[in-house]
């Protein structure tokens, strides 16, 4: 019995030797702990905070164990070196729940060849039959069936392909799905005026809702009326339609599938088994841990997949080819014909990605916007002011102003500055060895730029915490400040820069310019900065009166 317990003994002192020379292989930071890494003192609620305050004591680079290792980069200077100088390194992807779980595939009904072999219906033997080879026989199907104006869709439940879209991919499938979807965006007026007049057809409905039900004395919440607006965008890019605000059922649902997507990728005490299905994939099959760190998050995030899947076959099922394709969806259907890359699931997949980050983050920062203007009233009426300069009686401003409105763009800035609503951006993947601030980064650890800590307390930004749109000006008040403009890294830094800044930057600037414009937007409650924690920092719920001029 002696002998048994000092070779447990012996095996545990093993373990605790072999798992601290594991932890001497990182950049140093905190003290972690076996099994546990450094979940024993960090907490959800602040942990963007805490990274932040951990960064001051490592010179901005250490590694957290949560449990697995992870890099983190909270200076300018240690993003600029991984992100940009050394950004062919970093430009991999983690791959892992929750994450991955934004190309998670499940198609609905059955699979149909149409017309071409009668109405025949494949059910779930041959789904079952064609699931090991899924990947080669839907592209031979698809690709040859759409040449002769028809398509196959296939039935496959829970097949995960995190190799798909934009925002997980990395390698050869990231190049070319991103480099296909900009030329898209291109194409449909990312930049000219096509998408300028598809922003002005969303706030006419915007405005149509402000009209109906807000009488400018009744506290209003904002909410739904900027998600439903920026949301408008988006599905018109993508699919081709708007939602109108007297039937919000569907938009609402979806969003809320979103929304609690995006809140519910927390960590540690919220959210503490995803991270162990992080560390140890295997997990997700046990009980509580896969039930709360796998298979919850999968389900809400079904839910979105079959939104898409529907919209997307909805328009597949109308498009001809013979026809100029006047949305994402049309286009990048074209474009599967010609190219063999091109697949229904890389379609899904990068649907996914430009609603999750298109959508969310920026109605999120039209909310925090208007209650940084409210507590800030004279910084509303110097834009206001600027903008009634260049615009006069007239009650829209276009991006032909955008030179003229040089406060205006630096308000833009500050406003998300100080938002600084991405606590958390994709976990990157270091594909080599390579040497950031005098310090190794193995190849295949995780590291994570945290944008946040730069925006908060970069040197640039004299007193950080005032809010201060000059700061983004020289002295004479129209030049930008590019050592300011530079630090302003909101959407990233590097290769794995978000790839809808372009158009975020023109939502902003168009939908909030013509809110202040045509309304005074007033405080009825205290204003309450403190974010709700998630992927994004929302603000908290608001009501506020938005008084027509």
């Keep these: 019995m002696g002998n048994g317990e000092e070779l447990i003994g012996l095996a545990i002192l093993a373990y605790f030797v072999l798992f601290y020379r594991y932890v001497r292989k990182y950049p140093k930071g905190p003290l972690p702990l076996p099994l546990i890494g450094n979940l024993y003192h960090l907490k959800a609620e602040t942990l963007h905070e805490q ?232 997990t997700k099959n046990l009980p509580f841990i896969g039930e709360w760190g796998f298979k919850e998050l999968h389900q809400n995030a079904a839910t979105y997949h079959d939104f898409i899947e529907e919209e997307v076959k909805a328009v597949a099922d109308k498009y001809h080819k013979d026809h100029e394709p006047t949305n994402f969806v049309e286009a990048y259907l074209v474009e599967m014909e010609k190219n063999p890359a091109l697949d229904l699931i890389n379609l899904h997949a990068i649907a996914v990605d430009f609603w999750l980050a298109g959508m969310e983050t920026t109605s999120t920062a039209l909310r925090w916007s208007l209650l940084q203007l409210m507590k800030h009233p004279a910084e509303q009426e110097r834009i206001r002011a600027e903008l009634i300069s260049v615009v006069g009686n007239s009650s829209r401003i276009d991006m032909s102003h955008r030179t003229n409105l040089p406060y205006f763009v630096a308000s833009i800035n500050e406003l998300l500055r100080v938002a600084n609503m991405v606590s958390f951006v994709f976990v990157h993947r270091c594909t080599e060895d390579t040497v950031i601030d005098g310090k190794l980064i193995p190849a295949d650890t995780f590291v994570y730029p945290q944008l946040y800590s730069v925006l908060k307390d970069d040197p640039i930004f004299e007193n950080p915490t005032e809010y201060r749109p000059s700061r983004f000006l020289e002295d004479d008040g129209r030049t930008a400040n590019k050592k300011a403009a530079e630090r302003m890294i909101a959407f990233g830094m590097g290769r794995r820069q978000c790839a809808g800044e372009a158009l975020a930057r023109m939502e902003l600037f168009l939908v909030l310019g013509t809110l202040l414009l045509n309304y005074r937007f007033i405080p009825t409650e205290p204003i309450d900065l403190n974010p709700v924690f998630g992927t994004v920092l929302v603000p908290r719920p608001f009501k506020c009166r938005v008084e027509p001029l």
């Excluded at 957290?64 to 909270?74: A, E, G, K, S, Y």
């Excluded at 060849?113 to 592209?139: H, M, Q, R, W």
């Design 51 to 282: 990274l932040h305050e951990i960064g001051k004591q490592y010179d901005g680079c250490f590694t957290v164990f949560l449990p697995r290792p992870v890099v983190i980069f909270t200076t300018f200077e240690t993003i600029k070196e991984s992100m940009v100088t050394n950004g062919d390194n970093f430009a991999g992807k983690a791959q892992v729940p929750p994450e991955s779980l934004l190309h998670k595939v499940r198609m609905n009904g059955s699979a149909s060849l149409a017309p071409c072999l009668g109405a025949t219906s494949v059910g779930s033997l041959l789904i079952d039959y064609l699931e090991a080879a899924l990947l080669s026989v839907k592209n031979i199907c698809v690709q040859r069936m759409f040449s002769h104006g028809y398509l196959i869709w296939f039935a496959v439940v829970d097949v995960q392909h995190p190799q798909t879209g934009i925002s997980v991919s990395d390698g050869d499938v990231w190049k070319e799905q991103r480099k296909v979807a900009i030329r898209i965006l291109g194409q449909l007026g990312l930049g000219k005026n096509l998408m300028e007049e598809k922003i002005n057809r969303s706030m006419d409905e915007m405005f149509r809702q402000l009209k109906d039900n807000n009488d400018g004395v009744t506290p209003f919440d904002v909410s739904l009326t900027l998600q439903l607006c920026i949301g408008n965008i988006m599905n018109e890019t993508l699919f081709g339609y708007h939602f109108e605000y007297t039937n919000t059922e569907r938009f609402e649902y979806f969003n809320g599938c979103v929304s609690k997507h995006l809140k519910s990728i927390k960590v540690l005490q919220d959210n503490f088994y995803v991270l162990l299905v992080q560390a140890w994939p295997w």
